[in-house]
């Protein structure tokens, strides 16, 4: 989990979900997932954020029901399985429970200054770069003084 997460934050991870063939297209995987969701969801388990799992990049039935169900694509998984003595490629997706999100980069923060650049005037635009550029730097500082290793800070 990301350092952002205090230590009792938990993810739940869906190892395997599959239903036999000739029993596919009755609601079964759905109900499947719908259970887990419902528990991992409940108010004893509010300390579980996220749901993760793998799926094969070629599995695209399996892609569209995680997606239709607000799974995210979280990475691409290059030569993740090994199958029949070869190599398949995968993807991870997550779905963020419970108020959990996806940790915040410094992409994401350069998407949110761009977006906000587009909403304003050009008139105050050097302004609002200056003040941008002061919570990013105040950023920035917070980040890199929680995460000093304490063999550098002696502490």
Same mark, same amino acid.
């Given at each position: 989990?990301? !350092?952002?997460? %205090?230590?009792?934050?938990?993810?739940?991870?869906?190892?395997?979900?599959?239903? *036999?063939?000739? #029993?596919?297209? *009755?609601?079964?995987?759905?109900?499947?997932?719908?259970?887990?969701? !419902? *528990?991992? $969801?409940?108010?004893?388990?509010?300390?579980?954020? &996220?749901?993760?799992? *793998?799926?094969? $990049? $070629?599995?695209?039935?399996?892609?569209? #029901?995680?997606?239709?169900?607000? @799974? /995210?694509?979280? !990475? #691409?998984?290059?030569?993740?399985?090994?199958?029949?003595?070869?190599?398949?490629?995968? @993807?991870?997706?997550? /779905?963020?429970?419970?108020?959990?999100? &996806?940790?915040?980069?410094?992409?994401?923060? @350069?998407?949110?200054?761009?977006?906000?650049?587009?909403?304003?005037? %050009?008139?105050?635009? %050097?302004?609002?770069?200056?003040?941008? $550029?002061?919570? #990013? /730097?105040?950023? &920035?500082?917070?980040? &890199?003084?929680?995460?000093?290793? !304490?063999?550098?800070?002696?502490?």
């Amino acid at each position: 989990m990301s !350092s952002q997460y %205090p230590a009792n934050v938990q993810v739940a991870y869906i190892l395997s979900l599959g239903v *036999h063939t000739e #029993f596919r297209k *009755h609601g079964i995987a759905s109900l499947l997932l719908d259970n887990l969701l !419902s *528990h991992v $969801t409940s108010p004893e388990n509010q300390n579980c954020k &996220a749901v993760y799992l *793998h799926v094969l $990049t $070629t599995n695209t039935v399996a892609i569209r #029901f995680y997606e239709k169900r607000n @799974f /995210l694509r979280h !990475s #691409f998984l290059p030569y993740y399985y090994s199958i029949k003595a070869g190599h398949q490629d995968g @993807f991870s997706y997550v /779905l963020y429970i419970n108020g959990g999100q &996806a940790p915040i980069t410094i992409v994401d923060y @350069f998407r949110q200054m761009g977006m906000s650049l587009v909403n304003i005037s %050009p008139c105050k635009l %050097p302004a609002r770069a200056l003040q941008m $550029t002061g919570t #990013f /730097l105040r950023w &920035a500082v917070t980040m &890199a003084t929680v995460n000093i290793p !304490s063999s550098i800070t002696g502490r």
